[in-house]
């Protein structure tokens, strides 16, 4: 088992789990807890969007409440994430969404961080148009007739263009490459987080009026507003290899978890809990949407699914 610090940390709380707005990066600050010694304390790292959110909040629940840990959290962007992870500043990730220069790097070469198995969820990153605009205008979910619409999808924020709504430049994306290489008359604009990004579909939503975004299943926010993906060119193995040449859709990524290296080998029940952790794209969402939508605290939301899930959550505790 892992052990770290003072005798001040049973008693201490500074959690920094957030609820999809953005914030700033804390990839150089580590858990004010990590590397002590004296107290069986995990310290997950948590990204800005809900459904990562959702899994911290139920491993957490899990772990302080079944196998008696202080859980700390940190919120650190995708890719400097692993850097944080390699260097021990936090134990885990519970959602990564495919980096393989990372993966090389750390897992392959370095050997710093290993594998922690499926998360259990399938992750798409698509392009979306409002189902409501999809019924009137078919052909739009064809990238090919993209351009028929740009007029309809313009904003004061995209330059005579069509926009193509984009959230945090720190996603995975390549949407920049895909519009100028399919030669679209669409412009990227990144609203800065998810929560901003889901405000402004809301407002368009509540006005009945087209957009087309980038976005991503699993996510709450398809129970609320009905969308449909428009087809791009189809994926291919390697398609993607180049990102400045990528023209053709995201794949679907199965979620993997990640541990620090160490903490795999020494982190007892809770390294092996976290390996067990798997769950279904219907378990993220319904957390999610206790989360974003009903305005439940990630603990409150973990504790709901917690109770009415037991049959789950027993076989992920290690014997």
């Keep these: 088992m892992r052990v770290r610090t003072t005798s001040a940390v049973a008693g201490a709380s500074a959690l920094l789990l957030l609820t999809g707005c953005g914030a700033a990066d804390m990839t150089r600050q580590a858990s004010p807890f990590?590397?002590?010694?004296?107290?069986?304390?995990?310290?997950?790292?948590v990204q800005s969007w809900v459904g990562a959110q959702a899994n911290v909040a139920v491993a957490r629940y899990l772990l302080e409440h079944e196998l008696g840990y202080r859980v700390d959290t940190v919120q650190v962007d995708e890719v400097p994430a692993w850097d944080a992870l390699s260097q021990g500043r936090v134990d885990a990730i519970l959602e990564d969404w495919g980096h393989p220069d990372q993966e090389k790097r750390y897992v392959q070469d370095k050997r710093t961080i290993a594998p922690g198995g499926d998360l259990g969820?399938?992750?798409h990153i698509g392009w979306y148009v409002p189902t409501y605009f999809a019924k009137r205008h078919p052909d739009v979910t064809d990238w090919k007739n993209l351009d028929k619409y740009a007029d309809r999808m313009r904003t004061p924020e995209s330059g005579g263009k069509g926009q193509l709504l984009d959230g945090s430049p720190s996603y995975v994306t390549n949407d920049k490459a895909l519009v100028t290489n399919l030669k679209l008359d669409y412009q990227v604009v990144f609203a800065g987080s998810e929560a901003a990004q889901i405000?402004?579909?809301?407002?368009?939503?509540?006005?009945?009026?087209p957009f087309l975004t980038y976005w991503y299943s699993p996510q709450w926010l398809f129970e609320k507003i009905p969308m449909t993906e428009v087809k791009l060119p189809a994926y291919e193995?390697?398609?993607?290899a180049d990102a400045a040449k990528v023209a053709c859709a995201y794949?679907?990524?199965p979620l993997k978890k990640y541990l620090n290296a160490e903490f795999a080998k020494t982190g007892g029940k809770a390294a092996a809990f976290l390996k067990s952790f798997k769950w279904t794209t219907e378990d993220q969402n319904e957390v999610s949407l206790m989360i974003a939508n009903d305005k439940l605290t990630p603990q409150e939301a973990a504790r709901k699914w917690a109770d009415r899930h037991r049959s789950t959550w027993?076989?992920?505790?290690p014997s």
Excluded: I, Y
């Design 34 to 45: 990590a590397n002590a010694r004296g107290a069986r304390t995990v310290t997950l790292s």
């Design 121 to 123: 969820v399938t992750g």
């Design 199 to 209: 405000t402004q579909m809301k407002q368009f939503a509540k006005e009945r009026r």
């Design 237 to 240: 193995e390697g398609c993607d």
């Design 251 to 253: 794949p679907h990524t």
């Design 314 to 317: 027993r076989s992920w505790l």
